[in-house]
C-alpha cells in the first residue's frame, strides 16, 4: 500500500506562483512513477503532467507547458508542482497519483491517489 498527502494548494491571483508537494509513504518512492492530476468542478479528471521513478523523464499536458514543472525527490519521498503564471482556468483540485508500472497520461492506470488539494486563481 501506499499512502499520499498532498500540500500547497491555496488562493493565489492570475499571475501568481504556487508549488504543491506530495509526500508518500508505504513503500519505497523510488520506484513509483508518478503523476498529477486535476479536477474542475464539472469537468472529467485531466493529466497534469508525469515523472518517471527516476525523475529524468517528464512530460506536461499542453495547457500548462512553460509554465508548470514536475520534479521529485526521492530521498525525501517527494514529488512537486511548480505552477507559474497561473490562470483562473487552472482552478482545480490537484489529485497527485502513483503506480508501481504504469507511466501514463491516464488516470486510470494509477492505482494510488492523494485526497487532493485547491487551487484557486482568482481573476
Known amino acids: 500500500q501506499v499512502q499520499l498527502v498532498e500540500s500547497g494548494g491555496g488562493l493565489v491571483q492570475a499571475g501568481g506562483s504556487l508549488r504543491l508537494s506530495c509526500k508518500a509513504s508505504g513503500r519505497t518512492f523510488s520506484t513509483l512513477l508518478m503523476a498529477w492530476f486535476r479536477q474542475a468542478p464539472g469537468k472529467e479528471r485531466e493529466f497534469v503532467a508525469r515523472?518517471?521513478?527516476?525523475?529524468?523523464?517528464?512530460s506536461h499536458a499542453d495547457s500548462v507547458k512553460g509554465r508548470f514543472t514536475i520534479s521529485r525527490d526521492n530521498f525525501r519521498n517527494t514529488m512537486y508542482l511548480q505552477m507559474n503564471s497561473l490562470k483562473p482556468e487552472d482552478t482545480a483540485v490537484y489529485y497527485c497519483a502513483a503506480d508501481p508500472s504504469r507511466y501514463s497520461t491516464s488516470s486510470a492506470a494509477y492505482m494510488y491517489w492523494g485526497q487532493g488539494t485547491q487551487v484557486t486563481v482568482s481573476s
Open positions: 515523472v518517471s521513478s527516476s525523475g529524468r523523464h517528464t
